[in-house]
């Protein structure tokens, strides 16, 4: 059935009886869904007819049920079906058992519900009904595209099934008749078709270099793709492939495939090479198309040889290494150099960097001309290189595609002296830690012009410098007598003292050309100190913490011989990135009590590693120990995000929204506040992400909520799906983020019409629909509506577009054109983000009603008098006359051979006309009948029967003499006259005669 209203018409074949005697007829139609759309009924008569209108979701096979009992005396029966005019079914010769069960066959068709089907190609198909309660009586039919019934089954304690091979395309019918049992039935109608590779054999071969296969409704899919065939001989190929579905789509199914050869001749040692893949894939989508979408798109890919030029890869900044040297015969790299880059433009700094142990520091800069500056700091005294420049900006050797560039930058005049002082005293020998030293390049230290480096040995009894090459006086004092009295020392070559350099003397000349290291024996100590050394208790070398969390640490001072504590000041300094200094403190270790801290982390950023430097200070009995270090990650603390949506994530278009987010310690669950959260939203219709600062609520910590115009931002945009991104970042947290879902749906819209107009013909008419937004129960302006305007045989007639005026819309139909009939009004409503609807007029242009009116409807003249009538033809449906009308009159006898004559009515212009012609016109007396017909276009014909009788007219002989005496043999003369009596007027008579 087409979309739109349809007639139907059953003509029945044995009408014979009457009252109770006649047969009775039953008539329902269904949709394709079972849905019963409209029923008659009644005792057998020429046809019965009903309509039924197919709305835009119906159109499909429908179902026409006719049901009969024989009440009649003719045991056959016999039906035609039409509809709108069209012959689709008939069957004749019927008979039945069923006799006057009227009220059993209304019972019955309660409980018959046809479903219909569409089959455009031969498949096995099973209809299992399954029911509830079990035990009622159900027959299942089965019917094919000619309403013949090819299969019933019937079951009251299991499922009823049918199998049948549906082998003819159009529509079939299933048909459930619940006929005893339980007076309530709930069921489920399950069809199984089938067919497809997991049911079915398929076989075939070609010369494609490809085949595939999915399943009809999983997602399983495998194909072979053939990408070279090498053979020494000559032979030609086809691809053999076979699908073996058993029958059934239970069992296991295997699938094959072969390179076919024919071979006229090959010779030992030929070969043949195959190379194929064999590529499964998840099958999605509805059409064939789509299922094997992929599997068509790989081998497109791999058959098709891809061409690849690759540009050189460009870097927008370039990377430059800066490694630092000494000025020794063999540069050796300097560690710590700072590396300042300036541009040489601006003269400004730019970035900064220090050289790891191998001299290297690495810089990411654009692509300008810079200056290097390098300062090395050592025992307080600053070296300084500054010579070299380089610009970047010249594309001729640094374009994009140059990614990096090494700088070499020697320090000149300048190397590394070491001098390990030792207390030879004692085995093993033990540094001399803090003795104070100066080193000074002219005769007496005082000089103006005197280069003076001083400083103190470290820990290990080490003085490492870098200094320039020359000639240098060295004193040494450990012992720190005041005033001053320095050392006698001597230098060695080795640290056994075997290889004297220099000395022994209190004041050593000697220069300095390359790097070097010397071994310092000091004759004025004498002593020996006991070696300490820090020991962490119970506490691990890494702590891993997250920021606020308290760590702590517990280090006690010991006798490296003995490991008996030692009592002594603990000194802890906390660095971080660029041995940045956070924090620093100190506290005692006594004997049995060792020192312990306990640091909370909110001092520090998290997301950064620390070093903890652990020192101390001892009496002057012993060694100071050497520093241990802890290294401290500060972990930055999780968060949990979550987004709420208000009223919900589903909202209709343009309607409030609001959303939230809550941020809180993924590990406490305290809310946290200050966090920047950024809410992105993509998807729909959007060109590029939107981006909005969300706000925290100043009443709920940890809340962050839109604002009003934020809000309005987000209902306004179009309908559609959109992801929403939270961002949320804070110093110390982990960065994080939610995402969510919302859905703009269209607003809900109702388009109201009148559904169904009768109107009498007119030039023009105007329709209106309302097209309301459910929700808010108002008219939408600005929308865009059209009608469309088809005949009965579906032709379109006229369309245009409404307009909207004072809260409706309009449209004016122009029908000078129209004949009277049925049509169909289309009308279509839309507007962006509003729901689309779609409404149907039934519209029927009658003729206009008219009635006539006659003055009367028998007229009695003598012959030869005017016959003279008034007629009044009048519109019904304006009360108004009908003027320049068609007219026509037919004077005819009664009798055979009687004279008949026509003519037309005279219109009075007002809806009045006047039947007026003599009776001589006819020439003969007797009766007559007046058949009038009135018409005009677009208004109903009229038509009367007047009758009419001619008679003679009336006459009198008049003699001149009534009475006269007169002998016989004599004449007489008499006048006789002949006169009509209506006007007393003398007339001559056809025929006078005497007897």
């Keep these: 059935m087409t979309q739109g209203l349809h007639t139907i018409r059953v003509y029945v074949d044995d009408t014979s009886g009457t009252g109770w005697g006649k047969d009775d007829i039953f008539i329902k139609v269904y949709n394709r869904d079972g849905v019963l759309k409209n029923e008659t009924s009644g005792q057998a008569q020429t046809y019965f007819e009903l309509t039924v209108e197919t709305g835009a979701d119906e159109v499909d096979y429908w179902t026409i049920l006719v049901t009969y009992d024989d009440d009649g005396t003719v045991s056959d029966q016999g039906f035609k079906i039409y509809v709108d005019g069209n012959l689709i079914y008939e069957i004749h010769h019927l008979t039945t058992s069923i006799h006057d069960k009227e009220e059993w066959i209304r019972e019955t068709l309660k409980v018959i519900r046809p479903y219909t089907f569409s089959i455009e190609e031969s498949v096995l198909t099973k209809f299992v009904l399954d029911k509830n309660p079990t035990g009622s009586s159900v027959y299942l039919y089965l019917y094919d595209p000619n309403a013949q019934e090819i299969a019933r089954n019937e079951s009251d304690t299991v499922k009823v099934s049918i199998e049948e091979t549906l082998d003819s395309p159009g529509g079939w019918v299933t048909v459930i008749e619940h006929y005893r049992g339980s007076s309530t039935l709930s069921y489920t109608l399950e069809t199984i078709f089938k067919l497809g590779p997991e049911f079915n054999d398929y076989y075939d071969y070609n010369n494609t270099d490809a085949v595939a296969f999915a399943h009809t409704n999983k997602s399983r899919g495998i194909g072979f793709i053939l990408l070279d065939l090498q053979k020494d001989f000559s032979a030609s190929t086809s691809l053999v492939w076979v699908n073996e579905g058993n029958n059934s789509a239970t069992s296991d199914d295997y699938i094959y495939w072969a390179i076919n050869m024919s071979v006229t001749s090959i010779n030992p040692g030929d070969t043949c090479t195959l190379n194929y893949v064999v590529y499964p894939w998840n099958v999605s989508g509805t059409t064939h198309m789509d299922r094997f979408a992929d599997f068509n798109i790989t081998r497109y890919e791999l058959k098709q040889n891809l061409q690849v030029t690759r540009q050189a890869t460009e870097r927008f900044r370039i990377e430059v290494q800066v490694t630092v040297y000494d000025d020794n015969t063999t540069p050796e790299p300097i560690p710590d150099a700072n590396i300042t880059v300036i541009d040489t433009a601006t003269s400004t700094i730019v970035d900064w960097a220090l050289t790891d142990s191998q001299g290297i520091a690495k810089l990411n800069l654009e692509r300008k001309s810079y200056n290097f500056r390098v300062v090395l700091t050592s025992a307080k005294k600053q070296y300084i290189n500054e010579t ?36 030879n005293n004692t085995s093993p020998s033990q540094p001399i830690q803090s003795a104070y030293y100066r080193l000074y390049n002219t005769t ?39 005033p001053e009295d320095w050392d006698e020392i001597a230098l060695y070559n080795d640290s056994a003292f075997t290889q004297l350099f220099k000395g022994p003397a209190r004041k050593i000349n000697f220069d300095v050309v390359e790097t070097v290291t010397y071994y310092l024996y000091d004759k004025d100590v004498s002593y020996s100190k006991t070696p300490t050394e820090l020991r962490l208790v119970n506490t691990p070398s890494v702590i891993e913490k997250y920021w606020l969390e308290n760590f702590s640490f517990t280090v006690k001072i010991v006798e490296s011989e003995t490991e008996n504590e030692v009592n002594g000041t603990i000194h802890w300094y906390i660095f971080g990135t660029g041995n940045v200094l956070w924090d620093s403190g100190s506290g005692d270790s006594r004997i049995n009590n060792p020192y312990t801290l306990t640091y909370n982390t909110s001092s520090l950023d998290a997301g950064a590693t620390y070093t903890i430097l652990i020192n101390a200070t001892l009496t002057t009995d012993y060694l100071l120990p050497s520093p241990i270090t802890i290294t ?19 909202i209709f278009w343009n309607e409030s929204l609001s959303i939230s987010v809550s941020v809180t310690d993924r590990f406490s669950s305290d809310p946290i506040s200050g966090a920047n959260v950024t809410l992105k939203v993509l998807g729909g219709n959007l060109n590029a992400p939107l981006s909005f600062q969300l706000d925290e609520d100043p009443n709920n910590k940890g809340i962050y909520r839109t604002s009003s115009a934020q809000e309005d931002i987000l209902t306004s945009l179009n309908v559609g799906v959109y992801t929403v991104i939270a961002d949320v970042g804070l110093k110390n947290y982990e960065s994080a983020e939610e995402t969510d879902i ?34 808010l129960s108002r008219i939408i302006a600005g929308a865009s509506l059209e009608y469309r305007m088809y005949d009965a045989n579906g032709y379109l007639v006229s369309s245009d577009s409404m307009s909207y005026l004072e809260g409706t819309y309009l449209a004016e139909l122009n029908l000078t054109g129209l004949k009277e009939g049925t049509y169909q009004i289309e009308i279509t409503a839309d507007k962006d983000n509003y729901e689309s609807k779609l409404a149907f007029i039934t519209f029927i242009v009658r003729e206009h009603l008219t009635e006539l009116t006659v003055e009367t409807t028998k007229v009695t003249v003598y012959y030869g008098e005017q016959v003279t009538v008034s007629l009044e033809y009048k519109d019904l449906d304006f009360l108004e006359g009908i003027a320049n009308a068609e007219t026509n009159f037919d004077v005819l006898g009664v009798e055979e051979g009687m004279p008949s004559i026509s003519g037309s009515l005279f219109d009075l212009g007002n809806g009045t006309y006047l039947l007026n012609f003599s009776t001589t016109a006819l020439g003969c007396l007797g009766s007559y009948i007046i058949d009038v017909t ?62």
Excluded: C
């Design 444 to 482: 007496n230290y005082n000089d103006p012009d005197s280069w003076l480096i001083e400083g103190y040995t470290n820990l290990t009894g080490a003085i490492s410098i870098y200094i320039p090459q020359d000639n240098w006086n060295l004193e040494f004092n450990a012992t720190k007598t005041t």
């Design 632 to 650: 401290l990650s500060v972990l930055k603390r999780p968060i949990y995000v979550s987004m709420n949506f208000e009223p919900g994530s589903i």
């Design 742 to 775: 919302y859905t703009l749906q269209e607003r809900p819209t109702d388009l109201i019409v009148i559904s169904y107009i009768v109107i009498p013909w007119v030039d023009s008419y105007n329709i209106s629909a309302d097209y309301k937004d459910t929700r």
């Design 388 to 423: 070299v420049s380089k610009d970047y900006s010249d594309s001729t050797y640094y374009s994009y595609s140059v990614h990096s560039d090494a700088i070499t930058i020697r320090m000149y005049n300048l190397v590394k002296l070491t001098i390990k002082a030792l207390n």
């Design 934 to 995: 009135l018409d005009k276009t677009h208004y109903s014909a009229q038509h009367v029967l007047i009758y009419l009788v001619i008679k003679e007219i009336p006459t009198v002989a008049i003699p001149s003499k009534l009475s006269e005496e007169l002998e016989w043999g004599l004449s007489i003369s008499i006048d006789i006259y002949l006169n009509e009596t209506l006007s007393n007027t003398r007339i001559e008579a056809d025929l006078a005669y005497f007897e």
